[in-house]
């Protein structure tokens, strides 16, 4: 007899142990009342989201029932528990306990060019309790690109173009990207260019070459893939008011002693990219009102001859993910010879005490370099290749006082240095700045590719 109540003894207390042990009917609260999934595309899962389930009460709850309200039709999956299901029965959640919900979603092409709302939820049952999470995402029909182009090709605005792979424009042929052509690349994706690339985006409607992750959260994120590359062979490209980001390299231009790629740029911003926002080697380009900034080694990087000139430019970088010790702006010979390079009316500025680098003498410089009008990040003293003879008209070391550079936002605030300075010839030809806002409306046209307007904030401030 003492035996069993002994048993019973420790069975009771066991049972008192157990925090799952005698469940009742109660109410649960969630961490989140809607989970909601940036643009996914058709056809592409998306990634996984989560949210908890919670029981704040004194006794563990049993959850009657935990169902999808679209069952199997719905285009979203659960994964409870480490199964996945569309629903589950019986569980029972500790008090002071949660329950993570994995969700995910993969919509079905709908034939829309605008990205079509899907809507459901993930209901439970207690008892008399009853509540819902909701469910909603975006889904955005795509053209895949599966095959490299061999004949002259136009794209455009409506279903962006989604490359998974290496994408190649073969010789004697272009592709033209309209007003508004989105282009979105997958995790270690490029573009190899060997004819021609034209980019003509607008003002109002710019051309957007970038990752595949359309997460708020991937938008400054450098490294997704891989970049554009323009071989030796490639020629007559431009790119006209159109993003490029998030590569490694954003645009690169490969050129040889006898065969020199070119490319013009135009109102483009070349931004969050691992390692550089512009690299060429023997190429010529053009740029005007364009913007390079956020890369971990040299934002623009110039070697093995070639003629390069920037008017009205922007070029900055800060590094947040270690330590950047390469400057903004390199020029240097390479495996050849110092490149030409003409800076008009431009900006570089950065975190390091000096953002321009000419690797050469001060006379090799001065043979092949000069700046005009501009706003230079230069330690004057300690560079040896600097002489006086390189700046006309240019402001060393002061801040360009932008309206907040941590945000990527480069227009000049109102105690800018960079107001009314720029060189007046240049803006006769370029009378409109990165978003065609007019030059010459006030005292002079301003350094870089901004031109303050009357009553410009910080977004925070509007």
Not at 106 to 127: E, K, L, M, Y
Not at 367 to 391: E, M
Request: contains cysteine; negative net charge.
């Amino acid at each position: 007899m003492r035996h069993i109540i002994l048993f019973l003894t420790l069975a009771a207390a066991c049972l008192g142990c157990d925090p799952l042990a005698n469940p009742v009917s109660g109410n649960l609260s969630f961490s989140a009342d809607t989970v909601s999934f940036d643009t996914v595309f058709s056809g592409v899962g998306s990634a996984t989201m989560e949210f908890r389930t919670i029981n704040a009460g004194r006794d563990p709850v049993l959850i009657d029932r935990i169902w999808l309200g679209g069952g199997d039709n719905s285009p979203f999956r659960l994964n409870i528990n480490g199964l996945p299901v569309t629903s589950d029965e019986n569980l029972v959640l500790a008090r002071n306990d949660s329950l993570f919900i994995f969700v995910e979603v993969t919509i079905d092409p709908s034939g829309a060019d605008a990205p079509v709302a899907v809507v459901d939820s993930v209901n439970f049952i207690s008892g008399d309790f009853t509540g819902r999470v909701i469910l909603e995402a975006w889904g955005q029909d795509i053209w895949l690109v599966d095959d490299d182009i061999y004949e002259d090709t136009f794209w455009s605005a409506g279903k962006p173009y989604v490359i998974k792979g290496t994408f190649f424009i073969d010789t004697l042929t272009t592709l033209t990207l309209g007003p508004g052509t989105r282009i979105y690349l997958h995790h270690g994706a490029g573009i190899t260019v060997a004819g021609s690339l034209q980019s003509a985006g607008t003002p109002d409607n710019r051309v957007i070459i970038a990752t595949d992750r359309l997460e708020e959260e991937y938008t400054n994120l450098p490294g997704r893939w891989k970049g554009i590359r323009f071989i030796d062979c490639s020629r007559n490209n431009f790119l006209n008011f159109t993003q490029v980001r998030n590569a490694e390299i954003a645009v690169e231009l490969a050129g040889m002693e006898s065969s020199v790629p070119n490319l013009s740029l135009n109102g483009s911003m070349l931004m969050h990219n691992t390692v550089a926002s512009l690299s060429a080697r023997h190429a010529e380009v053009f740029a005007v009102n364009s913007v390079f900034s956020h890369s971990g080694f040299s934002t623009v990087s110039l070697t093995e001859g070639g003629s390069y000139e920037f008017v009205y430019c922007t070029m900055e970088s800060r590094w947040e993910y270690g330590y950047r010790s390469e400057p903004v702006l390199f020029i240097g010979p390479g495996e050849g010879e110092l490149p030409d390079v003409t800076l008009l009316n431009s900006v570089i500025t950065g975190t390091l005490g000096s953002e321009l680098k000419i690797d050469g003498s001060a006379s090799e410089a001065s043979l092949i370099f000069r700046a005009d009008s501009s706003l230079l990040r230069v330690d004057t003293l300690r560079s040896s290749w600097y002489s006086g003879t390189l700046f006309r008209d240019v402001i060393t070391g002061a801040s360009p006082r932008f309206i907040d550079e941590g945000a990527y936002d480069f227009r000049p605030d109102t105690l800018s240095p960079l107001l009314d300075i720029a060189g007046r010839t240049e803006a006769v030809a370029w009378p409109g700045d990165i978003r065609n806002k007019p030059r010459l409306t006030d005292d002079g046209p301003d350094i870089g590719a901004f031109e303050r307007q009357p009553g410009e904030k910080r977004k925070e401030e509007r």
